[in-house]
């Protein structure tokens, strides 16, 4: 997230079996999208989509659109990575119902996604967990990833089965997730920020996170975890939250979670604990006003059923 010499962005991350989305197609004269979760896309957003698959179909002079409805209980702008797989999801299922085989690369290119993590998309389709390298510089600013027209994807250094951890989510109903508006002006009130910042967390992301994923070494995944949110560019992302995520937080660990993240740009938290259903017990007794409960990693990526 510097002016650096050799490439801009990457990370590491994995995916989870749940929160989740189920998006069922059905074949249509246009484009339509029905999203009915709890905390669904703004019309904004559904059109963006929209409009894209509309050149996808242009392109490829397909016969057929669809009729989505999304369900689940992933939150919108919450740091699960919805907006990546509902949209890899909308492409894929476009060329399935227009019997046009795709490879995972050129959906992936055509779907807009990825230009600042490889996470999304590479869990989309495989699950497990991800470590990327960002992509060329490029002369480009830093950005948001839904607004980053790149043709390079991120570089994958190594996708790998996770360890089974319980793995506990804590997402605040009291605190606001970010607008993809409110996104771009992080970025642009933030980056870049120092060398000494990136090489920091590289360090603690790849000797610490990676290496203890790995060895399934869990008491040395919390410490690196810990370490990362104290790095510049995951304390600034939590400060746009202020003392109400810090509150929360520290909640969390009052309850027993031995290490706190937060997921991406949040607002959502993840922790782990000797005994994550125990912390969610003892958060509940606080009357902590937030959703609450525990997953395991995901090393299977998405579940395609047609008729």
Same mark, same amino acid.
């Given at each position: 997230?510097?002016?650096?010499?050799?490439?801009?962005?990457?990370?590491?991350?994995?995916?989870?079996?749940?929160?989740?989305?189920?998006?069922?197609?059905?074949?249509?004269?246009?484009?339509?999208?029905?999203? =009915? =979760?709890?905390?669904?896309?703004?019309?904004?957003?559904?059109?963006?989509?929209?409009? &894209?698959?509309?050149?996808?179909?242009?392109?490829?002079?397909?016969?057929?659109?669809?009729?989505?409805? &999304?369900?689940?209980?992933?939150?919108?702008?919450?740091?699960?990575?919805?907006?990546?797989?509902?949209?890899?999801?909308?492409?894929?299922?476009?060329?399935?119902?227009?019997?046009?085989?795709?490879?995972?690369?050129?959906?992936?290119?055509?779907?807009?996604?990825?230009?600042?993590?490889?996470?999304? &998309?590479?869990?989309?389709?495989?699950?497990?967990?991800?470590?990327?390298?960002?992509?060329?510089?490029?002369?480009?600013?830093?950005?948001?990833?839904?607004?980053?027209?790149?043709?390079?994807?991120?570089?994958?250094?190594?996708?790998?089965?996770?360890?089974?951890?319980? %793995?506990?989510?804590?997402?605040?109903?009291?605190?606001?997730?970010?607008?993809?508006?409110?996104?771009?002006?992080?970025?642009?009130?933030?980056?870049? &920020?120092?060398?000494?910042?990136?090489?920091?967390?590289?360090?603690?992301?790849?000797?610490?996170?990676?290496?203890?994923?790995?060895?399934?070494?869990?008491?040395?995944?919390?410490?690196?975890? =810990?370490?990362?949110?104290?790095?510049?560019?995951?304390?600034?992302?939590?400060?746009?939250?202020?003392?109400?995520?810090?509150?929360?937080?520290?909640?969390?660990?009052?309850?027993?979670?031995?290490?706190?993240?937060?997921?991406?740009?949040?607002?959502?938290?993840?922790?782990?604990?000797?005994?994550?259903?125990?912390? %969610?017990?003892?958060?509940?007794?606080?009357?902590?006003?937030?959703?609450?409960?525990?997953?395991?990693?995901?090393?299977?990526?998405?579940? %395609?059923?047609?008729?």
């Amino acid at each position: 997230m510097h002016y650096g010499e050799y490439r801009i962005n990457g990370g590491i991350g994995f995916a989870i079996k749940s929160p989740f989305n189920d998006l069922t197609f059905t074949s249509a004269d246009q484009f339509e999208i029905n999203d =009915r =979760r709890l905390d669904p896309m703004n019309l904004v957003e559904q059109r963006r989509i929209i409009s &894209i698959l509309e050149a996808e179909r242009l392109q490829f002079k397909f016969d057929a659109a669809f009729k989505v409805n &999304i369900e689940g209980n992933m939150f919108t702008h919450s740091g699960f990575g919805s907006g990546t797989a509902i949209t890899l999801a909308c492409f894929e299922a476009l060329h399935l119902l227009n019997n046009n085989p795709i490879t995972q690369e050129t959906l992936i290119q055509t779907s807009g996604r990825g230009g600042t993590s490889g996470v999304g &998309i590479h869990t989309y389709f495989n699950g497990g967990g991800v470590f990327d390298l960002g992509r060329p510089i490029d002369n480009m600013q830093h950005l948001p990833s839904n607004l980053v027209q790149t043709r390079h994807l991120p570089l994958l250094l190594d996708q790998f089965v996770m360890p089974e951890w319980d %793995i506990g989510i804590c997402i605040s109903r009291n605190i606001p997730n970010k607008s993809q508006n409110e996104e771009l002006e992080f970025f642009k009130r933030t980056c870049p &920020i120092s060398a000494d910042s990136v090489y920091e967390t590289t360090y603690h992301t790849l000797f610490g996170l990676y290496a203890a994923l790995k060895e399934n070494n869990k008491s040395m995944f919390c410490a690196a975890l =810990r370490a990362v949110q104290e790095c510049t560019w995951k304390k600034l992302e939590r400060e746009e939250y202020g003392q109400s995520l810090r509150d929360l937080e520290a909640s969390l660990y009052l309850c027993g979670a031995e290490a706190v993240g937060m997921s991406s740009l949040g607002p959502s938290l993840f922790f782990l604990a000797d005994n994550v259903n125990d912390v %969610i017990i003892k958060m509940k007794a606080l009357s902590v006003d937030c959703e609450l409960f525990v997953t395991q990693p995901q090393n299977q990526g998405r579940v %395609i059923k047609h008729d």
